[in-house]
C-alpha cells in the first residue's frame, strides 16, 4: 500500500507562492498518474491538476497560469508549485495517486494578510 507524506502548506500573503510536495512510498511511483485537489472551507473538494505517467498535464481553469504540477520519478514526488496566490486559494490541498484511488493527508493552504 503507498504511502503519501506532504509537505510544504502554510501561511503566504496575496501574491506570493507556495511549493507543495507529495512523497511517495512505492516502487511502482513512475507508472501512476498523479493530481493534486483542494477543498476549501464550505465548498466540494476540486481538482486542481492532474500529471500522467509520462508527464502529460492538465490544469483546473482558475488555476491555469498560476500552479504548475510537475514530478520526479526518482525521488517519487509530485510538486504542485502555486504562484499569485489569492485568499481563495487557501484551503486543504490533497495529494491523490490516481491509479490506486489513494489520498494524501493533506496539507493546509492559508493565503491571508
Known amino acids: 500500500q503507498v504511502q503519501l507524506v506532504e509537505s510544504g502548506g502554510g501561511l503566504v ?3 506570493g ?12 511511483f513512475r507508472r501512476y498518474a498523479m493530481g493534486w485537489y483542494r477543498q476549501a472551507p464550505g465548498k466540494q473538494r476540486e481538482l486542481v491538476a492532474t500529471i500522467s505517467s509520462d508527464g502529460r ?3 483546473a481553469d ?18 504542485l508549485q502555486m504562484n499569485s496566490l489569492k485568499p481563495e486559494d487557501t484551503a486543504v ?3 491523490y495517486v490516481r491509479d ?8 493546509l493552504v492559508t493565503v491571508s494578510s
Open 62 to 79: 482558475s488555476m491555469k497560469g498560476r500552479f504548475t504540477i510537475s514530478r520526479d520519478n526518482v525521488k517519487k514526488t509530485a510538486y
Open 17 to 28: 507562492s507556495l511549493r507543495l510536495s507529495c512523497t511517495a512510498s512505492s516502487s511502482m
Open 93 to 95: 490541498y490533497y495529494c
Open 100 to 107: 490506486l484511488e489513494v489520498w494524501g493527508p493533506g496539507t
Open 57 to 59: 498535464t492538465n490544469y
Open 13 to 15: 500573503q496575496p501574491g
